[in-house]
């Protein structure tokens, strides 16, 4: 019977007699590997992959400099002018420097033990600029020039210290500049009248910040407040006892300025410190405000004497940058989750200065705290993950901060921050912990993976989820993400989804550690991995289907195997399937296999290793005339045809049938479309020839 494992969409009904319906090559399919679609839209065996520079004769081969290979990627910055191509392979980050000259290291002393399988490399592009982080070092900003920076500050600048006027002696003797530090200046809060007629100068206290800026405009944290620079009152036209003296003192001559020392050198992406000072905090706002940009980064003494009534813009109130896990970019901002000491937090830079994270630009989109494990921004939503729930972010439009989130699906979650791709009619995909979801333009959220659910539950390494990476093929424009099989611990599978269906590509000996599509008019599929046929593992980077003679590609097979075909819905019918037909194109002059199987059993009923993937000739030279045996100036190109063989097969009464085709590299497959020719085993009661209960 038809069971509930070959009750989805991996069976189907074939009607009695010679079919007249031809049902193309990815309708019925239960398992597909090594096979892509064609730009014609049929199922060709895979090509490739090769090594992104096969030949190299300046510069030495760069596997001979790649440690363990972290993260790739590619993008065009500058309107397209600057062509980068970053690779980050063990403690190092290189760039690609063109044709020739090879790899150029860009940064060096990053984690290469243990820690770094936690998270996978997550690179991001920002405002013209790329940004980088693993999860475990400090994240770093790369701009086309290839000039590479910290993320803004991770750390709070010391505090400036400040020398004011102080306390008067007493006995006082009031005149210009008498007592303290006394230079004369604009501060000072004028007062009532203490004794005599002209008024005075309160007492007061100040307190100064300082804040870094670095070579993009980002912002540190906000110092600790300086020492208390004070003013005691002072009364303007004294009268000096004993004395025939008649100078007087205005307001003028007892208002002050303040010597203000920044004390110590900010770090070397430091191109400037910028000096905030509250008003008087016993008479007004204890709110610092901007009162000097000092351009440098090395300490200097600075003397104020600007008045409360001139200072600028209130200082902002930023936070260190920290280490974290997964970003986004939504809105023109950088959005950052799970730090190492919050895992559960959500935090969004200020506009077009991604290293500048205020205090209050924040939200925990679990009400628990669970930790965040991908972010988001699709179709102006800014979505963020947990291992099991999905949250909207709700953006306030007036300032830009998150205000509160919003629960779009629980117990579904995201456990591979890498795996998140928009499709182009608008879904967008993820890896969950149990197969793969994805979540419409209206925000529904569904599984996408039942077909391929076994093969994700027993042939999946589930505890290396989290290190699965994905791109959008730009070509075939399927998702692909690559995973670890059961007891590997590296990637070497890719599953292949167009929207429909799914397949897969097996690299046998290559590990896929990252993977990433150019951004330019190649439209390139790269990874970065390793080769482990030789005597010592290659790493490289390696182009997805292109191939050279400069490398030999991994042996490996590729299958098409359908799902089981049955001659009623039930399941119940016995049928005879006298031959089916392969509708092919001219592909490769080489033969093939097919194997039959029946009543649910995947023991070979019948195999025939003679199928050729080529047509006969017609006369036109097709078959005779190939590539392998091409002459220059006599051998002409052919457009591929499409022909049909048919397999005689001869299957009788059985309940049920399935069969698969696999080549061995480098023999080359195109199928286009298959059909079927089958009839009912008896002519009787159709249940007739089921076996009593007793039967052996």
């Known amino acids: 019977m038809a069971g509930p494992d070959n009750q989805r969409n991996q069976q189907l009904v074939i009607p009695a007699g010679e079919s007249e319906i031809s049902y193309t090559s990815r309708a019925l399919t239960q398992k597909i590997i090594n096979f892509e679609f064609s730009v014609k839209r049929t199922l060709a ?177 906000p110092s600790a407040p300086s020492n ?37 050198s900010g770090p070397s992406h430091t191109v400037a410190v910028h000096i905030y000072r509250t008003p008087d905090t016993r008479r007004a706002s204890v709110i610092p405000r901007l009162l000097v940009r000092l351009p440098g980064r090395d300490p200097c003494i600075f003397g104020d004497r600007r008045a409360d009534s001139d200072l600028g813009d209130e200082m902002p109130r930023a936070v260190s940058v920290p280490t974290f896990r997964t970003r986004g970019v939504h809105q023109g901002r950088l959005v ?16 077009g200065f991604p290293g500048t994270f205020l205090a209050d630009d924040y939200v925990y989109p679990d009400s628990g705290g669970a930790e965040i494990t991908a972010l988001a921004s699709h179709m102006g939503r800014l979505i963020a993950f947990s291992e099991r729930a999905v949250y909207e972010i709700v953006i306030d439009p007036q300032t830009g901060a998150p205000s509160s989130a919003v629960t779009l699906a629980q117990g579904i979650g995201c456990a591979a921050p890498r795996s998140i791709q928009a499709l182009p009619d608008g879904m967008l995909i993820w890896l969950s912990r149990d197969g793969f979801y994805g979540a419409d333009q209206r925000g529904s959220v569904k599984r996408i993976s039942d077909d391929i659910h076994k093969q994700l539950f027993y042939d999946m390494n589930t505890s290396r989820y989290r290190r699965a990476v994905s791109c959008l093929d730009p070509i075939s424009r399927e998702y692909h993400c690559a995973i670890a099989p059961a007891g590997d611990a590296e990637n070497r599978i890719i599953f292949c989804y167009d929207g429909q269906n799914w397949r897969r590509h097996d690299f046998n000996a290559l590990t ?10 190649r439209q390139l599929v790269l990874f970065a991995g390793q080769d482990d046929l030789g005597k010592s593992p290659q790493r490289n980077v390696f182009v997805k289907d292109h191939e050279t003679s400069n490398y030999t590609v991994p042996a490996r097979k590729a299958l098409y195997r359908s799902g089981w075909y049955f001659g009623d819905a039930t399941g119940s ?124």
């Open 45 to 221: 065996t895979t090509v490739g992959p090769t090594i992104y520079e096969p030949d190299r004769p300046v510069t030495p081969d760069p596997s001979t400099v790649f440690g363990k290979m972290h993260g790739i990627f590619h993008t065009l910055l500058l309107g397209g002018q600057a062509d980068i191509l970053l690779v980050r392979s063990g403690t190092k980050l290189y760039r690609h420097a063109g044709w020739q000259r090879g790899w150029e290291e860009l940064y060096s002393g990053l984690t290469d033990d243990s820690r770094a399988g936690t998270y996978p490399d997550q690179f991001v592009v920002i405002n013209d600029k790329i940004i980088w982080t693993n999860g475990i070092d400090g994240p770093i900003i790369i701009d086309a020039h290839g000039a590479v920076h910290p993320l803004g500050f991770n750390q709070t600048p010391s505090p400036p210290s400040v020398f004011g006027p102080g306390q008067l002696n007493s006995p006082v003797w009031f005149y210009p500049n008498a007592g303290g530090y006394t230079w004369r200046g604009d501060i000072g809060t004028p007062g009532d009248v203490l004794s005599g007629v002209e008024g005075a100068v309160l007492d007061g206290a100040w307190y100064y910040y300082a804040i870094l800026e670095d070579v993009y405009g980002n912002l540190s944290a």
């Open 512 to 521: 896929i550690d990252d993977i990433c599509t150019t951004d330019d008019y």
């Open 228 to 264: 208390a620079a004070w003013i005691r009152a002072v009364q303007a036209s004294a009268y000096v006892p004993g004395s025939n003296d008649t100078t007087t003192a205005t307001l003028d001559d007892l208002t002050r300025q303040f010597a203000l020392r920044v004390t110590s």
């Open 573 to 696: 019918t016995p049928v005879h399937l006298r031959s089916i037909y392969l509708g092919m194109v001219d592909a490769f002059n080489e033969k093939f296999t097919i194997r039959f199987f029946r009543n649910n059993s995947w023991k070979p009923f019948l195999e025939m290793t003679d199928v050729l993937a080529i047509g006969v000739d017609d006369g036109s030279a097709v078959v005779t005339d190939v590539a392998g045996s091409a002459v220059i100036g006599t051998a002409r190109a052919h457009e591929p045809r499409l022909f049909w063989r048919m397999v005689p097969v001869g299957l009788e009464n059985a309940y049920s049938w399935a069969f698969e085709i696999e080549a061995t590299y480098p023999t080359r497959i195109n199928i286009a479309a298959i059909s079927y020719d089958q009839s009912i085993a008896t002519g009787g009661n159709i249940r007739g020839r089921f076996p009593l209960r007793a039967d052996t």
């Open 336 to 351: 950052i989750a799970n730090t190492p000491n919050d895992p559960g937090i959500v935090r969004i830079s200020d506009a």
